[in-house]
Nanobody, 121 residues
């Protein structure tokens, strides 16, 4: 099972970016999906997550600016980031709880490789 994140880049303060993450491989089911971020010299933190039923959860620092969504048919999760601030600069990682076809009884947690978001003028 692989998670491929994309959509990062350089954006000016106040701008927008949309991150995408596609899950591929021998996936049987995906439960929760989420985005985390890690800024330089800081710990990785949860940005937002979404259940298979569509319930969402956001870090206080991004509420009202970011929106997480998913496409279950495509095994994809997205993060729309608006009104970006310099403090949003970080490597963003997608994350998923799921089961692969060889071990359907054992839930696992999967990480993507990260995509860099830089907010700077």
């Amino acid at each position: 099972v692989q998670l491929q994140a994309s959509g990062g880049g350089l954006v000016q303060p106040g701008g927008s970016l949309r991150l995408s993450c596609i899950v591929s491989g021998r996936i049987f089911s995906i439960d929760r999906m989420g985005w985390y971020r890690q800024a330089p010299e800081k710990e990785r933190e949860l940005v937002a997550d979404i259940t298979s039923g569509g319930s969402t959860n956001y870090a206080d620092s991004v509420k009202g600016r970011f929106a997480i969504s998913r496409d279950n048919a495509r095994n994809a999760v997205y993060l729309q980031m608006n009104s970006l601030k310099s403090e949003d600069t970080a490597v963003y990682y997608c994350n998923a709880d799921g089961r692969d076809v060889l071990n359907v009884l054992i839930p696992r947690n999967y990480w993507g490789q990260g995509t860099l978001v830089t907010v700077s003028s």
